[in-house]
Each structure stands twice: as C-alpha cells, then as structure tokens.
C-alpha cells in the first residue's frame, strides 16, 4: 500500500515563532507530487504548498516552505511567524499515478494550536 | 473566477434513505473526485469522475454511485444510508493542465 505518515498528533507553536510538521511517504513512482493542505474549523480544504517530484529547489509560499527530502521519502512543512489564523488540522497527502490529478491518499493530520 | 462549489452545504437524513450531493468544479477544471472525511480523520478517496466516466474507485461499497455532466459538474448519490455515513463529503476538482487539486467547502451530511 502506498501511505502517507503524519507522526505528530498535535504540535503548539507560539506567535511569531516556527515550527516544522512531519510527513513521510511510500511510493514506487520516480516522479510524483506532494501536496500539504490545511483545514481550519470550517472544515474548508485550503491548498498551503504543493512540491513536484522531479524539482530539486524546496517549494516555497511566504511564510510555509517545505524540506523535501526525496531518498528519504519525507517532506515537512515548515511555518515561520507562526500567526493566530495559522491554528489549524494539517494534512500531507500524495496524489497517485505520477500525475497532479490522481486519487489522493492523506495522512492521519496533525493539529497545530498557535498561542499568543 | 469562482471555486469549487457543493451543494448543500448541511443535509439531515435518517437510515434508509437516499441522499444526493452536488458538485461544480473550478472553472478550467475538468476531473471531480469525492471524498468522505469522518471527524478527526483525513480524507478517504470515494471515486473520480472525468470526461463523464468513472475514472478511479476507492473501496466503498456500491450504494456509492455518481456522474458527471457535460458541463464537469457532479452528482454523489448514496443509497441505503447507514449511520457510519455521517460525515462531511468533500468534493475536490483538477485538470491534467493544472497541478493543483482544489476542494470544495464539503457538505455536512448527518443520518439519524
């Protein structure tokens, strides 16, 4: 089975610092994507960073760039300036079929409280 | 340039019943993909539709059923409901032209 593993639960952060989320993957496929969202309250899919594959730079937007570490099938999520709106459930998921579009298998999330 | 929309945005049903859910893909996009998201857990694939043809299939059982529409827009149908059905159904869209899946803000669908 091709998975993706969020080992951390829950992670605290407070205000204007940073913090890293965790995220591994399986897969046989050579070139792919990995995609982090982000699910606040309402419960709205929002698309934070998408990584291709085959890129060697790590993706960056704004304050949230990721460590995509290919030979060992991880890719984090770091969010620096941590702010309020950031508290959300976080979810790495990988689309299959080597493609952008494929099924998307998520991980487990990891909910991230910001403290002012 | 509107994004995905669902329809309806709440739903309450009881055992047995059927129940259909609404989809229209961001504009450009071509492929609707369902998910069932149970409380506290990620996304589960349901099945994705392109060119008005079931692409892909996840392992739900057959009361599962949609279509897509000339127009990329979609239908989830689930017949039978079960109490384990309670969950919030979200709808993501995409094209092979785009590298980016964008979701729905999904409907919430309860069974009493």
């Known amino acids: 089975a091709q998975t993706v593993t969020q080992s951390q639960p829950e992670m605290s952060v407070q205000e204007a610092e940073t913090v890293t989320l965790s995220c591994t993957y399986d897969?046989?496929?050579?070139?792919?994507?990995l995609f982090w969202y982000k699910q606040p309250p309402s419960r709205q899919m929002i698309l934070v960073i998408r990584q291709e594959a085959y890129k060697q730079q790590n993706a960056t937007e704004n304050r949230f760039s990721v460590n995509f570490q290919k030979a060992a099938k991880s890719f984090s999520l770091k969010i620096s300036d941590s702010q309020l709106g950031d508290a959300a459930m976080y979810f790495c998921?990988?689309?299959?079929?080597?493609?952008?579009?494929?099924?998307?298998?998520f991980g487990q999330g990891t909910i991230l409280t910001v403290h002012p | 340039d509107a994004g995905v929309t669902q329809s309806p945005t709440h739903l309450i049903k009881t055992r047995g019943q059927q129940v259909t859910l609404r989809c229209s893909p961001k504009s450009g996009h071509d492929t609707v993909s369902w998910y069932q998201q149970a409380l506290g857990q990620g996304p589960q694939f349901i099945f994705q539709y392109y060119e008005e043809e079931e692409r892909q299939r996840g392992n739900f059982p057959d009361r599962f059923s949609g279509h897509q529409f000339p127009n990329y827009s979609s239908e989830l149908n689930v017949n039978a409901l079960l109490l384990g059905d309670s969950a919030l159904y979200l709808c993501a869209s995409s094209s092979e032209y785009q590298e980016t899946q964008y979701f729905g803000p999904g409907t919430r669908l309860l069974v009493l």
């Open positions: 998921a990988r689309p299959h079929g080597g493609t952008s579009y494929g099924k998307l298998t």
């Open positions: 897969t046989s496929e050579s070139d792919y994507y």
